[in-house]
């Protein structure tokens, strides 16, 4: 048998890292398998010790509770030197260090990431992708620089066979700082109370491949267990040090919840699925995009509700969600939950699942916007002074045979919504539909070049992408074209010939009807 794993505390754990090393830290949004003692045993060392200092951070996935957990136990001035992560929206605290230049902070897709720990578990020097072209993370904009003091260049614009490539630079990991639920007689390492598998086992890789080490937080250890092989997430053999936590949440907000993991588990209740406001409205319009046999992709906000709406009208049966943290087939939660489901047929480690979505497997894609400009291009990672990152989005939008953003017409608006329309009462503060977006997460050109269809959904409109820019295509009843859409916009945009009224069943209080949904598919 291999040498087990050396149980230690999280205290000594924090001992073990080094100044200036690389970490690569695993699981992602707010505490989803995330080894929140491990980082908050790290700061408090650092608060104490001045060490570990000038470190390098790697994290695929946002890490945070948007408030003092995650990647904010180590968002203290001088303990890194650069931060390199797919979403920094839930840690504002490290938010705080890049925009005042304290940090080297960039930001690059989740499903990149992902398949940068692959690669980086490879030996490879880097990772070849269209994924992140005519977007911010492309070097001929910003290079997924996200301040002045990230001046190296980790990505590159290459040619192979004629065609543009990103070519994105690995980096050697020193400690690999993971999770799972438990150890088995072995030293193996399994997740069965984790709402999501994320990269784990690439990032233990990548750290050995490199001679360092991969310390492990886990719930309990079973010497009494023998995991099934198949069953096994990261082989006890590569894990140098486990730090046993008894009370480890499954996520920041929720102590345990069967239906994450199970279908067995019992759902949210009736009253925890409902939707109001513009948000019903937006839910409800952006469905009736459904089509039976969809693969079908949701981001969070706004169009979270989409499956709640499926499973109000009777045909979540006959589709497929899915979402970039690796769990498909169950209703995605909302709020800071959101990355993980309840009820999934199963979850995939998430670099398998943007494998599908970077090989265009999903038919649709329904994600927020922060921006969205005259060209089509749109903005849901830098605003208004506001840095959250990409996470997913570019992975996701770029490869989807067809996306629809979703989102408020305009921040601060307010809107009443009734069963035969809205009214707006205040058409908002800050405009959503400028003339150009802030930073480019979405480009609207590429995705005309690729041939998706594209549409931007707000509660007020729905607009179609077109060569000569968006093109009114639908009117909210109630809503006053010069009023409440027009002068509420830095452009003007195309209108119809045959502008429509949205359907009065978006807005009805009758159970959702998806009049273009066939209910007859053999697809279950």
């Given at each position: 048998?291999?040498?087990?794993?050396?149980?230690?505390?999280?205290?000594?754990?924090?001992?073990?890292?080094?100044?200036?090393?690389?970490?690569?830290?695993?699981?992602?949004?707010?505490?989803?398998?995330?080894?929140?003692?491990?980082?908050?045993?790290?700061?408090?060392?650092?608060?104490?010790?001045?060490?570990?200092?000038?470190?390098?951070?790697?994290?695929?996935?946002?890490?945070?509770?948007?408030?003092?957990?995650?990647?904010?136990?180590?968002?203290?001035?001088?303990?890194?030197?650069?931060?390199?992560?797919?979403?920094?929206?839930?840690?504002?605290?490290?938010?705080?260090?890049?925009?005042?230049?304290?940090?080297?902070?960039?930001?690059?897709?989740?499903?990149?990431?992902?398949?940068?720990?692959?690669?980086?578990?490879?030996?490879?020097?880097?990772?070849?992708?269209?994924?992140?072209?005519?977007?911010?993370?492309?070097?001929?904009?910003?290079?997924?620089?996200?301040?002045?003091?990230?001046?190296?260049?980790?990505?590159?614009?290459?040619?192979?066979?004629?065609?543009?490539?990103?070519?994105?630079?690995?980096?050697?990991?020193?400690?690999?700082?993971?999770?799972?639920?438990?150890l088995d007689k072995y030293g193996n390492l399994s997740m069965e109370g984790e709402v999501a598998s994320f990269a784990?086992?690439?990032?233990?890789?990548?750290?050995?491949?490199?001679?360092?080490?991969?310390?492990?937080?886990?719930?309990?250890?079973?010497?009494?267990?023998?995991?099934?092989?198949?069953?096994?997430?990261?082989?006890?053999?590569?894990?140098?040090?486990?730090?046993?936590?008894?009370?480890?949440?499954?996520?920041?907000?929720?102590?345990?919840?069967?239906?994450?993991?199970?279908?067995?588990?019992?759902?949210?209740?009736?009253?925890?699925?409902?939707?109001?406001?513009?948000?019903?409205?937006?839910?409800?319009?952006?469905?009736?995009?459904?089509?039976?046999?969809?693969?079908?992709?949701?981001?969070?906000?706004?169009?979270?509700?989409?499956?709640?709406?499926?499973?109000?009208?009777?045909?979540?049966?006959?589709?497929?969600?899915?979402?970039?943290?690796?769990?498909?087939?169950?209703?995605?939660?909302?709020?800071?939950?959101?990355?993980?489901?309840?009820?999934?047929?199963?979850?995939?480690?998430?670099?398998?699942?943007?494998?599908?979505?970077?090989?265009?497997?999903?038919?649709?894609?329904?994600?927020?916007?922060?921006?969205?400009?005259?060209?089509?291009?749109?903005?849901?990672?830098?605003?208004?002074?506001?840095?959250?990152?990409?996470?997913?989005?570019?992975?996701?939008?770029?490869?989807?045979?067809?996306?629809?953003?979703?989102?408020?017409?305009?921040?601060?608006?307010?809107?009443?919504?009734?069963?035969?329309?809205?009214?707006?009462?205040?058409?908002?503060?800050?405009?959503?539909?400028?003339?150009?977006?802030?930073?480019?997460?979405?480009?609207g050109s590429y995705a005309l070049e690729k041939g998706q269809e594209i549409l931007y959904l707000t509660e007020r409109?729905?607009?179609?992408?077109?060569?000569?820019?968006?093109?009114?295509?639908?009117?909210?009843?109630?809503?006053?074209?010069?009023?409440?859409?027009?002068?509420?916009?830095?452009?003007?945009?195309?209108?119809?010939?045959?502008?429509?009224?949205?359907?009065?069943?978006?807005?009805?209080?009758?159970?959702?009807?998806?009049?273009?949904?066939?209910?007859?598919?053999?697809?279950?």
């Open positions: 048998m291999s040498r087990y794993p050396q149980s230690i505390t999280a205290t000594e754990a924090a001992a073990l890292v080094n100044d200036g090393q690389t970490l690569c830290i695993g699981g992602g949004g707010a505490g989803h398998a995330i080894p929140d003692s491990l980082l908050k045993a790290i700061g408090e060392r650092y608060s104490r010790e001045k060490c570990p200092a000038g470190l390098t951070l790697l994290h695929p996935c946002g890490l945070g509770d948007s408030d003092q957990l995650g990647l904010n136990h180590l968002a203290q001035p001088g303990l890194a030197r650069r931060v390199i992560g797919g979403f920094f929206g839930n840690a504002p605290k490290m938010v705080a260090l890049a925009q005042t230049n304290q940090i080297e902070a960039y930001i690059f897709p989740q499903g990149v990431l992902s398949h940068l720990m692959r690669a980086t578990a490879g030996g490879e020097k880097g990772l070849l992708t269209k994924t992140g072209l005519h977007t911010f993370v492309d070097p001929r904009l910003e290079g997924g620089k996200v301040n002045e003091k990230a001046v190296e260049d980790l990505v590159s614009k290459v040619q192979i066979l004629g065609e543009p490539y990103l070519f994105f630079n690995t980096h050697a990991v020193d400690v690999a700082l993971i999770r799972g639920t438990s784990m086992l690439s990032e233990a890789q990548a750290a050995k491949v490199n001679g360092g080490l991969v310390i492990a937080q886990v719930q309990a250890i079973h010497r009494d267990r023998c995991t099934p092989a198949m069953q096994v997430k990261v082989p006890g053999a590569l894990i140098d040090y486990v730090v046993v936590e008894p009370s480890q949440p499954m996520t920041y907000l929720s102590t345990y919840d069967a239906s994450f993991i199970s279908k067995e588990g019992a759902i949210a209740s009736e009253e925890q699925l409902q939707l109001s406001g513009i948000k019903r409205i937006i839910s409800r319009r952006a469905a009736m995009e459904l089509f039976p046999g969809a693969f079908v992709n949701l981001g969070y906000g706004l169009s979270d509700g989409v499956p709640i709406v499926a499973r109000q009208a009777g045909v979540f049966a006959q589709l497929t969600f899915l979402i970039e943290q690796g769990p498909l087939g169950g209703i995605p939660t909302t709020g800071l939950n959101f990355g993980a489901m309840h009820q999934p047929d199963a979850i995939l480690d998430d670099g398998y699942q943007f494998d599908f979505f970077h090989g265009g497997g999903l038919d649709l894609a329904f994600l927020g916007f922060a921006q969205v400009d005259q060209y089509g291009n749109v903005n849901a990672s830098k605003f208004g002074g506001k840095l959250t990152g990409c996470g997913g989005f570019i992975d996701i939008s770029q490869h989807s045979k067809k996306v629809v953003f979703c989102g408020g017409f305009a921040a601060r608006a307010v809107v009443e919504t009734g069963e035969r329309g809205i009214r707006v009462k205040d058409p908002g503060t800050f405009k959503k539909f400028v003339s150009r977006v802030e930073q480019v997460t979405f480009s409109a729905l607009f179609s992408l077109t060569p000569d820019g968006l093109e009114l295509i639908e009117i909210a009843p109630g809503a006053d074209l010069q009023t409440d859409i027009l002068d509420a916009m830095d452009f003007r945009p195309r209108i119809a010939s045959q502008l429509k009224t949205m359907d009065v069943g978006v807005f009805a209080a009758t159970k959702p009807f998806l009049p273009n949904f066939s209910t007859d598919s053999t697809h279950e």
